[in-house]
T-cell receptor
Framework: GAVVSQHPSWVICKSGTSVKIECRSL??????MFWYRQFPKQSLMLMAT?????????EQGVEKDKFLINHASLTLSTLTVTSAHPEDSSFYIC??????????FGPGTRLTVL | GEDVEQSLFLSVREGDSSVINCTYT??????LYWYKQEPGAGLQLLTY?????DMKQDQRLTVLLNKKDKHLSLRIADTQTGDSAIYFC??????????FGAGTRLAVHP
């Protein structure tokens, strides 16, 4: 299958700082990428849909000013958690769409906010 | 609305078949997916089925789709310890986004 990478794989930061997470499609171009968060032992919750060259579409209840998404190229989308707080600690996973229906996921980024 | 439900836990003996069930609500879903997640890792796409099919087989995996009942199942033949993981089914929601179930934790014991 196609490969999607995320960086960093884990990050610990102080409360009030901003953290940037990168999602890259390594061997294909993805006009659409998706950002999810997953709490322990729970399912994935879609946060936003990232479209190359345009604004992201956020799900209801997700603060667009807090979770900034940039999809500047066909292989890279970034999620920036601004002014992070302990409740933002979670596992963040991105996926990239190959073709019309195949969606491949990155390995995830574990964020811990102290 | 869009909702996907799965049983939370399944325990099977090594070598037996595992059947993981899922129900969904959006009859307009064009594709339905099965993903596998191992501890601390992302999701691995196992297989997907187009909504006009009722069965898809891929090596040890068999997917059955009952569109009338909105029921999807994943059968793993000859289950091995390496199959222990959480399995998520997902349907295609609006704007081609995935709606996930809560995940079924499969435990394989000797």
């Amino acid at each position: 299958g196609a490969v999607v990478s995320q960086h960093p794989s884990w990050v610990i930061c102080k409360s009030g700082t901003s953290v940037k997470i990168e999602c890259r499609s390594l061997d294909f171009q993805a006009t659409t990428m998706f950002w999810y968060r997953q709490f322990p032992k729970q399912s994935l919750m879609l946060m936003a849909t990232s479209n190359e060259g345009s604004k992201a579409t956020y799900e209801q209840g997700v603060e667009k000013d807090k979770f900034l998404i940039n999809h500047a190229s066909l292989t890279l989308s970034t999620l920036t958690v601004t002014s992070a707080h302990p409740e933002d600690s979670s596992f963040y996973i991105c996926s990239a769409r190959l073709g019309t229906e195949e969606k491949f996921f990155g390995p995830g980024t574990r964020l811990t906010v102290l | 609305g869009e909702d996907v439900e799965q049983s939370l836990f399944l325990s099977v003996r090594e070598g037996d078949s595992s059947v993981i069930n899922c129900t969904y609500t959006d009859s307009s879903s064009t594709y339905l997916y099965w993903y596998k997640q191992e501890p601390g890792a992302g999701l691995q796409l196992l297989t997907y089925i187009f909504s006009n099919m009722d069965m898809k087989q891929d090596q040890r995996l068999t997917v059955l789709l009952n569109k009338k009942d909105k029921h999807l199942s994943l059968r793993i033949a000859d289950t091995q310890t390496g199959d222990s993981a959480i399995y998520f089914c997902a349907e295609t929601g609006g704007y081609n986004k995935l709606i996930f179930g809560a995940g079924t934790r499969l435990a394989v014991h000797p």
